[in-house]
């Protein structure tokens, strides 16, 4: 039962954090991913991505010799895999990743060995990636067809932390472990105590594959009704914010907040997952991706509004308007810009108006290629400043630390409640 040698596929946002907190509990930890610049910085004790605390622990994991990136697969008594699962096509979830992990992995496993799926997947993956396993080795035994007396054992456990408090959510987090069979999930608990605080629950994979899409689900949802009644509200001539302040002091309410649309790489994809398995029947979490999808369009057309107004009211021409937008990135007090709304709107707004674009982001330090061109990057006081039109965005804490005596315009579109 025991790991000494504990490899993770995959060193990204969540494969990175798993290594290297299996490393700080003093396990030889391989590291596996393709990207070389990713596996030269971390064997250099550094980290190619943006975590709160992942840097130290890092460091400290490779200065004690206990984790190490590698390009291609080594032998280990347990294989994580945590690659990415993004949609292709009419959001159909692509699995080649997946697939090309459990082929590197193949060659080198050995009977005895535990291998579990982390990577947010629809229904019945864990399956299918057993069968890949399988059909490149013949010569060992896999829960499909073997049951408990398996020589490999096969789990999915996915992860469910937040980005910004990955650190404390990965050790602090219940995790949902979902075994091929009871073997494989006594298995995978025993391999996550090693660094878990939280409890390991146990069920089936298919069951903890459907947890993981329904927990991201539930919160677009839930989002995507805070954002119909953000435009119902418009349409009312009703403070949103205020609205969902007092309905949520009801003690079985409690309404998320609205915003410019949903972001990042889970909520906004994995909801997906789902419809793309039950066409028919996930009919409200379709709808939510809709709803959450059409926001951008909805706040670029209060922007064109606004600066009609503006024309008329100032006399100016469209060159002469300038609009700030405050936020490019998913989500409030980080620098990740991955399926940003504010980042769509940012970009419809630069390629639709005739003047200036200024888009002000306080955790780059650069602009992305795809606005280098149509905007100009500019911090908070000078765009408060310069603006004629402000677009609020991200709800950021320097953003939100900005006193309503420093904001003179009279063109605000607020989707964040930030100036309500
Ligand atoms: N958002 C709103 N209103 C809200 C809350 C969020 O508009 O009231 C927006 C955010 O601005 C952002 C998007 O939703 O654009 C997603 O942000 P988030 O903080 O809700 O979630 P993520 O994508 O950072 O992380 C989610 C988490 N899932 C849940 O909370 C159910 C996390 O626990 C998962 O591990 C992660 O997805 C993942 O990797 O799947």
């Known amino acids: 039962m025991s790991f000494e040698t504990i490899s993770v596929i995959g060193l990204g946002y969540i494969g990175l954090p798993t290594a290297a907190a299996f490393a700080s509990r003093k396990k030889k930890v391989i590291g596996v991913d393709v990207n070389q610049h990713a596996v030269d910085t971390i064997n250099r004790g550094a980290i190619h991505i943006v975590e709160p605390d992942l840097d130290k622990v890092v460091k400290e994991a490779v200065e004690a010799g206990c984790l190490q990136a590698v390009i291609k697969p080594q032998p280990a008594d347990a294989f994580l895999i945590a690659v990415p699962t993004p949609f292709k096509g009419d959001h159909e979830p692509d699995m080649v990743y997946v697939q090309a992990a459990a082929k590197s992995i193949a060659p080198v496993l050995k009977k005895g060995d535990l291998v579990i799926l982390e990577s947010t997947s629809p229904v019945g993956a864990t399956e299918q990636m057993a069968e890949w396993l399988a059909a490149a080795r013949p010569d060992l035994t896999f829960p499909q067809q073997a049951g408990e007396a398996a020589d490999i054992n096969v789990a999915y456990c996915p992860e469910r932390v937040l980005p910004g408090k990955v650190m404390v959510e990965l050790i602090q987090n219940d995790r949902v472990v979902g075994g091929m069979t009871p073997r494989c999930s006594e298995r995978a608990s025993a391999l996550y105590k090693i660094f878990l605080k939280g409890e390991c629950v146990i069920t089936n994979a298919r069951t903890a594959e459907m947890c993981k899409l329904t927990e991201n689900s539930f919160r677009d949802v839930n989002i995507a009704f805070a954002n119909e009644l953000s435009l119902i509200c418009d349409h009312q001539n009703i403070n949103v914010w205020e609205l969902i302040r007092l309905a949520n002091r009801h003690p079985r309410v409690n309404i998320l907040q609205p915003g410019p649309g949903v972001g990042g790489h889970c909520i906004a994809v994995d909801p997906w997952f789902i419809v793309a398995q039950n066409p ?44 700030a937008c405050f936020g490019l990135a998913f989500k409030p007090d980080i620098d990740d810009l991955r399926e940003s709304p504010a980042l769509e709107i940012t970009h419809m707004i630069a390629d639709w108006h005739a003047g200036t674009t200024l888009a002000v982001e306080p955790n780059v330090h650069q602009l992305p290629k795809v606005l280098a061109e149509k905007v100009a990057l500019t911090d908070t006081a000078q765009a408060l400043v310069d603006a004629d039109v402000l677009v609020m965005l991200v709800d950021h804490s320097q953003f939100k630390a900005i006193s309503p005596d420093q904001v003179k315009q009279e063109w605000i579109i607020d989707t964040k409640g930030v100036w309500r």
């Open 280 to 323: 028919k029947e996930a009919r409200l979490v379709r709808t939510a991706r809709e709803v959450n999808d059409g926001k951008p369009y909805w706040v670029l057309d209060k922007v064109k509004s606004a600066v009609a107004d503006c024309l008329t009211a100032t006399g100016k021409r469209a060159a002469e308007i300038k609009i």
